[in-house]
């Protein structure tokens, strides 16, 4: 089947979307799909085809994560598009690109899917700094809608943006598939112990040291901070207890969380490491004793299933979404609060071998669901569907 697919950011970016959007295409060229994928350039430059990938040139916003608007239309990119003869569009992006999606699918009476990754609500004070953010909200609902309304599948990668679709008044049919997850990449036989070992020593990470990661895009969205804030409370209860945190990621709420480990006092506990290529991730995961988040944004949570992957204890923030991966107690640990956290971390460091084995172990099978081969097997029923709809 020949696909072309559309998305607003792609590797080098690192992000879920670009994620999801890269095992995606992974999985369908392994079982012999034809895929071209249409992107914003990264860095500034022409436009550029190379190893299957349209690089459309575009302005970087330097305030939303470097994201880049194109034009809505390049009558270039639809040739080089229509030369490729695609059965199916696939759009990962309400961006300019995403709305190019449409045009071309428009024009190519082709089948287009939509894969609705991110609730934009959750962002709308990037835009608004608060003022107006109600109506800006009432906006992105009903532009929302109209998406959903006009394509030929919808896709979203779990039930709670499913229920946010019923909610702003949708009814069209959800297809919900999580995204597919290359397990592979996070077995024990990719552990490095001699550059753990080396990480260890250069950032004074002794044998009795317990090691937290942070990780993601650092923004306002993630609660980075309410991570931080309950990491000082417990090292308050327990400062006997040596931890350690390591933060990886870069963002706009970098200079913030600075501040705000100087502030707790907690400043020669927590490594901020900045952003790292995609390839780099499973060494944290490694590197860690827990994972946490307190983000209630997320779509899917790719990164509690890539710790869970690697065998490292996950400590989430409660959230419904979280609900079908995470079992408290079973596969991962929840908290609500502050006070919650503590009393978690406290009931993780004081579990025998045994019992965070069982743990890790149950975790894996989890994990199993989010194969990228049933992946594979979920798109290509909806591709199937959509193109029998167009007949």
């Known amino acids: 089947m ?182 592979d990449l996070f077995g024990d036989d990719k552990v490095d112990f001699d550059r753990q070992e080396a990480f260890r020593k250069e950032h004074d990470i002794t044998s009795d040291t317990k090691v937290f990661l942070i990780l993601g895009r650092i923004a306002k969205e993630k609660s980075m901070d309410f991570s931080l804030k309950s990491l000082s409370l417990y090292h308050d209860r327990h400062p006997e207890q040596k931890i350690k945190v390591i933060l990886v990621g870069g963002g706009p709420q970098l200079d913030e969380l600075k501040e705000l480990v100087k502030t707790l006092s907690i400043k020669n506990l927590v490594d901020f490491i900045g952003p790292v290529p995609a390839s780099e991730v499973p060494f944290y995961y490694h590197l860690a004793d827990v994972y946490t988040s307190a983000s209630i944004t997320e779509t899917q949570g790719l990164t509690f299933m890539e710790a869970m992957a690697a065998k490292t204890i996950v400590l989430a923030r409660f959230d419904t979404n979280l609900a079908e991966t995470i079992i408290d107690n079973e596969t991962g640990f929840f908290f609500r609060d502050e006070e919650d956290f503590v009393l978690k971390v406290e009931r993780i460091f004081s579990m025998s071998p045994k019992e965070l084995d069982h743990i890790k172990k149950s975790a894996i099978n989890i994990c199993d669901t989010y194969s990228l081969e049933k992946f594979y097997d979920r798109i290509m029923e909806v591709y199937r569907r959509a193109i029998r709809k167009c007949w």
């Open 2 to 183: 020949k696909i072309a697919l559309f998305t607003d950011t792609y590797p080098p970016f690192i992000n879920g979307v670009s994620t999801s959007c890269y095992n995606l295409v992974q999985v369908l060229k392994k079982h012999g799909n034809d895929v071209l994928v249409v992107t914003p350039r990264s860095t500034d430059g022409p436009l550029e085809m190379k190893d299957g990938i349209i690089y459309v040139p575009g302005i970087e916003l330097k305030k939303l994560y470097g994201y880049r608007i194109t034009n809505l239309y390049s009558p270039k990119v639809f040739r080089m598009i229509r030369d490729f003869k695609p059965e199916i569009i696939h759009n990962q992006t309400d961006s300019t690109i995403g709305q190019f999606a449409k045009i071309v699918a428009g024009k190519l009476k082709t089948p287009i899917l939509y894969t609705y990754h991110t609730s934009y609500e959750d962002y709308t004070y990037y835009a608004t700094h608060g003022y107006f953010d109600r109506l800006a909200k009432k906006i992105i609902r009903s532009y929302t809608i109209n998406v959903a309304d006009n394509t030929t599948e919808f896709i979203t990668p779990s039930y709670k943006t499913m229920q946010y679709l019923r909610r702003a008044g949708s009814d069209i049919y959800v297809n919900i598939i999580p995204t597919g997850i290359n397990f």
